[in-house]
């Protein structure tokens, strides 16, 4: 347990909604630092499962159990979060700093601006393919990006909170725009999803029967690595391109022209003009693998 870390969380108490992989694994963290979590969940088999896992130190299918929790944590589907029950709004205590995990963030604070007076908008950079309450693990968030997307109106104490959680569980925080978030993430989240689902097309819908079983058996880390986003939760890439569509339509079209550039220079045999194309991508690359310095912002 690091001592420092949990007094600067001045939390007595955690809430969190949702015990799959993000929810979970918060959970996790925060009780290994010594923070009482309350779970909240929808199935009582659920709600056994997270109490022996350790999850949480409590848990319950009611929403009132969030009352005198100072921070709740938002972690649901998509789909849920943009259509919150109104059970759960009104269960929220209004002293509470209250945040999400979701991948998309415009959409987010267009439903929760308005819902609690302390919400915060926040976007954990981490994950695996799992998922449900067994897919919770310690240490997910430790030097991973965590990031907040205050607006003007953003209670400010409250996205304190937040930034002090993320940093408790080993995260960096970065502070952005919440449409420059957006276009971010469909950059280098949404947009690898839909082009690891093209090449994998191309792949399974070889017309020659030879070729397509060949390539099977060849296929081998580096074809894994590239696909292996395509080949996720399919509920998943829907969602991110349904609230996330002008920010992934705009990175598909940037897509398409880098990709029509290197197909116009093999088909006019322009190898020096390819090399250097490949040279510059490879240059580029490091840069996107570094990881976030402690103390990032991309403010719009």
């Not at 940037?254 to 116009?264: P, T």
Request: aromatic share 4%; charged share 20%.
């Amino acid at each position: 347990m690091n001592d420092g870390r949990v007094r600067s969380l001045n939390i007595s108490r955690v809430g969190v909604v949702g015990l799959g992989l993000i929810g979970g694994s918060i959970a996790l963290d925060l009780r290994a630092l010594g923070v009482p979590v309350q779970g909240l969940v929808h199935r009582a088999s659920t709600a056994e499962r997270a109490m022996a896992r350790g999850l949480v130190d409590a848990v319950s299918c009611d929403p009132a159990c969030l009352q005198g929790c100072d921070v709740v944590v938002l972690a649901l589907p998509m789909e849920a979060l943009l259509d919150p029950p109104q059970l759960l709004v009104k269960a929220l205590p209004d002293a509470a700093a209250v945040t999400d995990v979701g991948s998309v963030k415009g959409p987010v604070l267009d439903v929760w601006r308005n819902r609690h007076p302390r919400f915060v908008a926040s976007h954990p950079m981490a994950g695996t393919a799992e998922s449900g309450v067994e897919s919770g693990c310690a240490g997910l968030f430790r030097g991973r990006p965590w990031v907040g997307t205050p607006e003007a109106g953003t209670d400010m104490d409250a996205a304190q909170h937040i930034q002090r959680l993320a940093e408790a569980l080993g995260a960096h925080w970065i502070q952005a725009d919440p449409l420059i978030h957006d276009q971010a993430v469909a950059l280098i989240s949404h947009l690898p999803v839909m082009v690891s689902a093209a090449l994998l097309r191309a792949v399974g819908e070889e017309r020659d029967p030879r070729v397509r079983e060949l390539a099977k058996q060849l296929a081998s880390s580096g074809f894994a690595d590239t696909t292996r986003v395509g080949g996720g939760n399919p509920a998943l890439g829907t969602a991110m391109a349904s609230r996330n569509t002008d920010a992934l339509l705009k990175a598909l079209a940037a897509y398409r022209w880098s990709l029509e550039q290197l197909e116009e220079a093999i088909l006019n045999g322009h190898w020096a003009q390819l090399e250097q194309e490949l040279q510059n991508t490879r240059a580029l690359r490091p840069q996107f693998l570094n990881g976030p310095s402690p103390s990032s912002s991309a403010s719009g």
